[in-house]
């Protein structure tokens, strides 16, 4: 059995993770996904409740080969337990994917695999650039999967966050 393991805050969850998890899948046989930051929502870095980005990831992964285990993980001071804290919340797992230079540094220490996936369309694809876009009213459909445009706008997140910024007129 080979367990992956992909962190992030999925501020929202976009089509650069969607990219990476379909390559992990590539590999392994299930999935683990850490929600980072879990205990953050409703700032303007940080607009989406942890089981908001549960929904986002889980929905628009529906379709995925392979099982996958969606565990929210919330923050804590001290970086040198922080890879236990993680194991400690999680199914165990072989390979950690990350391009976070922190993520990567405490896996390696702790003695476990880590990879570094390709970045995918960076330049517009990242959880800053959406937000940008949504608090603009800029069009940010096309950077997201479908299943993930449907949970925002059930949630009304474009608006809770224009409203979080205050910039909703
Ligand atoms: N476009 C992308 N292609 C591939 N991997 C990505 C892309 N954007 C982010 N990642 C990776 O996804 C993981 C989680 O990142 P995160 O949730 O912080 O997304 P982000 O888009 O970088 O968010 P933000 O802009 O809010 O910091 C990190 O390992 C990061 O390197
Ligand atoms: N000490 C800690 O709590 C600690 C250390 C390293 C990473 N993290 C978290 O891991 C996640 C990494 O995701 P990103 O790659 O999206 O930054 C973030 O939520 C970050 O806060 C937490």
Redesign the pocket.
Known sequence: MRRGFYI????PY?N??Q??LEEIARWADEIVIGVGSAQLSHTPDNPFTAGERVLMITRALADLACPIYVIPIEDIRRNAIWVAHVRSMTPPFDVVY???PLVMQLFAEAGMEVQS?D????AT????EIRRRMLCGEAWENLVPPAVIDVIREIRGDERLRQIAGTDE
């Open positions: 992030g805050r999925f501020q976009h650069g993770h990219s990476v990350s391009g976070n996936p970045m995918y369309e960076r694809h990242s959880g800053r």
